[in-house]
């Protein structure tokens, strides 16, 4: 399932987002995502793994526009804050901010400055079904205070964009969260490109052809207090859609690899591939993506999904999930019900 969450891959367009609401006669405007989602752990390896979760999660897209080409955008998160160790209905979620930042639009460029995304790798949100994001969220990059510079272009006969971000991990109040407090995020907290500047970059380049999609990223994360060195990275992703008979298929494929992943002396790779097709009113869809950390055991997860549109905005899904994680098997199912709005 697809979140609101704002990327600076997805920047170009707010251009055309604050020019859409000066012409609408409001400089506001919103776009949620609710969703319900239980996860039923029936058989695992690991002692007290089978448990039962259902979870909330709610996010907001705002922006407001000060002219067609200005604005202020944020992404407010309600979701669950603690992983459950047993049995848990609603339980630990709390409010954060995961962006808050200004944008402009010169045109030829567009920047940000604030507390966003930084775009790297695609997986993470366009792996099809409830659980097929799981591995490639590892390496998302999200909540980072800086200046990202976007720039379209076409060529080929189509539209790509070059992103370039400098950040470093967001210490600030906003780091926290109401409800469930998940803290705040301290220097002493180590991790990679928590500093005491922006001393970390990331640089993607995203596009299409056609019906052939891919994106490209390069990232070195300054090391944190504690850390051994600077992790660096390398994304590469193509998906391709095949519209042609009476069965659409899509299929998507990620490759990332990581020197000194973490901050610590170990590799790591992620792999990610997925296929959905459209049956009918369900939207069919499995992934199988592989985790890969030097000196861990080799984590694998397979994932079968069916959803279907209830209504216009309302969606349902049903999933099977198989996790063989640090040494553990697990098998889960999984329903969601999601509204956008």
């Not at 979760?53 to 998160?77: D, M, P, Y």
């Not at 890969?292 to 209830?310: C, M, N, Q, Y």
């Amino acid at each position: 399932m697809k979140t609101l969450s704002v990327t600076l891959a997805a920047c170009a367009a707010l251009g055309a987002t604050a020019a859409q609401s000066q012409d609408a006669n409001s400089p506001f405007s919103a776009e949620f995502s609710v969703e319900l989602q239980t996860d039923f752990t029936v058989d695992s390896s690991a002692p007290g793994g089978e448990i039962n979760n259902t979870f909330a999660t709610i996010e907001g897209a705002l922006s407001f526009a000060f002219t067609s080409r200005t604005s202020i955008n944020s992404t407010l998160v309600l979701e669950q804050i603690t992983a459950p160790t047993s049995d848990s209905f609603l339980e630990d979620h709390g409010l954060y901010a995961e962006e808050l930042y200004f944008a402009h639009d010169f045109g030829a460029a567009q920047v940000v400055l604030g507390k966003f995304n930084p775009a790297f790798g695609l997986a993470w949100d366009a792996a099809p079904g409830i659980y097929g994001v799981d591995f490639a969220e590892d390496y998302q990059l999200t909540e980072k205070l800086g200046a990202g510079l976007v720039i379209p272009f076409a060529a080929g006969q189509g539209e790509h964009a070059l992103s370039l971000s400098f950040f470093n991990a967001d210490r600030s109040i906003l780091s926290e969260s109401l409800g469930e407090n998940r803290g705040r995020t301290n220097r002493s907290d180590g991790g990679v490109s928590n500093t005491s500047a922006p001393e970390s970059v990331a640089i993607s380049l995203t596009g299409a052809f056609g019906a052939t999609g891919y994106n490209l990223g390069l990232q070195s994360q300054a090391r944190g207090v504690g850390d051994a060195e600077d992790q660096t990275g390398i994304v590469g992703g193509l998906s391709h859609e095949f519209a042609t008979g009476s069965l659409p298929v899509k299929l998507l494929a990620e490759l990332a690899y990581f020197d000194h992943f973490d901050g610590t002396a170990d590799s790591a790779t992620f792999a990610t591939f997925g296929a959905e097709a459209l049956v009918g009113p369900v939207t069919l869809s499995a992934v199988y993506a592989m985790r890969d950390v030097e000196t861990l055991p080799k984590d694998h997860l397979a994932t079968l999904s069916g959803e279907i549109e209830i209504l216009e905005g309302l969606s349902g899904a049903l999933a099977y999930r198989y996790g063989d994680e640090g040494g553990d098997e697990t098998h889960t199912i999984g329903a969601l019900l999601a509204y956008e709005f």
